[in-house]
């Protein structure tokens, strides 16, 4: 496995400490030590969320060793190796905006990497704002994130009312455009599902679509089977699932187990979930949001293509890249070419040469709105056929026809 330049959180402080009271109009420079600039992060090591805070980690690990062993950034004439300032957030949202405040008040970090989850990146971007740290998160999608007005957090990844537009499309293609055909939503009760779920609902209605099942789930997932016994009973078209990692291994193994047909079935999470090395059959047909896929046609210097991205990934982890991990590397990029056209690590001058990134990667374009969005890159669907997640979804990516509709487990 590859050596990487990263550090657990140490009791130095920075070079140049941020002071108590900083304020965004205030000058900060980054925390250096020996040719090295940090970068902070609290990410979910332990907890619920610890999965994709894994995957989240491997993303900002890889991406700084590729970037250092390139020759790291060239910032006014001279060459600086990166480095990240873990803390584990523990999937809480307080614990996120405590060590947020820890990074930037005591380790003198003046750049920051986005947590896991929309639920910590929320609790966190108050915290940036506050003290003018710029902020580059790859996982937290929620769009009410960007309705905020902050001007110093910037999301690589597409938001959530994008995630699962393409799965209401597909299903009005099946049927007269959409009318009439009846929709199951089984949602977390956190601020990443509830926007899928907002966005899920405004393309159905558009689509002349009925929602005649709308449950809220606990945060704390373990069960589904109330959900999915109204599922048995009114036969809806097409469920929808959006529970992280957990939500979409427990839609599987429960329909599965329960022998509840379904149509069509879409979930986010499922790559992070392993429904397939998990699961096998069980989860042949299943429609899956993405933000990336290795089968793109994105590249840049750093990685190559999004294939080579996916190879380097495997071979270091031994398991194939989630779009966790693509989106976290590709967050790191972004502070690298910041840093770099920037000219300096002075935070005001780096927050506005994020503003005007515009970056191509293995990851896709990057380019974000006023809002901190951005707006190049659209979502993607796999759909699970023969053991294989296939891109179905949009039709200029797809590799394989959309299957529909599910066949009943008697058949298959």
Not at 109 to 116: A, C, E, N, Q, R
Not at 286 to 300: F, H, I, M, R
Request: overall charge negative; hydrophobic content about 45%; aromatic content about 10%.
């Amino acid at each position: 496995m590859l050596q990487v330049n990263t550090w657990i959180v140490r009791g130095s402080f920075a070079l140049c400490m941020v002071l108590f009271g900083f304020a965004p109009q205030q000058v900060a420079l980054a925390k250096v030590e020996n040719d090295t600039v940090y970068l902070g992060a609290a990410i979910s090591l332990t907890g619920k969320y610890s999965t994709n805070g894994a995957h989240t980690q491997r993303g900002y690990d890889l991406a700084i060793e590729q970037i250092n062993a390139a020759g790291g950034v060239s910032v006014d004439g001279k060459s600086y190796q990166l480095a990240i300032q873990y803390y584990d957030d523990e999937s809480t949202p307080a614990r996120g905006a405590q060590l947020a405040e820890r990074l930037i008040q005591q380790d003198g970090v003046t750049f920051i990497l986005g947590p896991y989850s929309s639920g910590l990146t929320r609790a966190m971007a108050p915290i940036v704002e506050k003290y003018g740290i710029p902020m580059v998160e790859a996982n937290g999608a929620s769009i009410s994130l960007f309705q905020e007005g902050y001007k110093y957090l910037f999301a690589v990844l597409s938001t959530t009312e994008q995630y699962l537009q393409g799965a209401v499309a597909l299903a009005a293609e099946t049927a007269d455009d959409g009318e009439g055909l009846r929709i199951a939503l089984a949602m977390e009760n956190d601020p990443f599902s509830q926007d899928v779920r907002t966005g899920v609902i405004s393309d159905a209605e558009r689509y002349g679509m009925t929602v005649v099942i709308d449950d809220k789930l606990p945060p704390e997932l373990n069960d589904m089977s109330a959900t999915l016994a109204k599922v048995r009973a009114l036969r809806p078209d097409l469920l929808v699932v959006s529970g992280h990692a957990k939500g979409a291994a427990l839609a599987i193994r429960q329909l599965a187990d329960g022998r509840i047909n379904v149509p069509m079935l879409a979930l986010t999470h499922c790559d992070a979930a392993q429904i397939i090395e998990k699961f096998g059959e069980k989860a042949e047909y299943a429609l899956c949001a993405s933000q990336w896929a290795p089968e793109l046609t994105y590249s840049d210097e750093l990685f190559g293509s999004a294939r080579d991205f996916a190879t380097l990934f495997e071979a270091t982890y031994d398991y194939a890249p989630p779009y966790q991990s693509a989106e976290s590397a590709a967050a790191v990029m972004v502070f690298a070419d910041a840093f770099e056209r920037a000219d300096t690590f002075e935070t005001g001058a780096v927050r506005d040469a994020l503003a005007a990134t515009d970056l191509s990667t293995f990851y896709g374009q990057i380019d974000f709105d006023d809002a901190g969005r951005n707006i190049a890159k659209p979502m993607v669907l796999y759909q699970v056929q023969e053991g294989e997640f296939r891109v179905v979804y949009p039709a200029e990516f797809a590799e394989a026809p959309f299957l529909h509709p599910t066949p009943r487990w008697s058949d298959r």
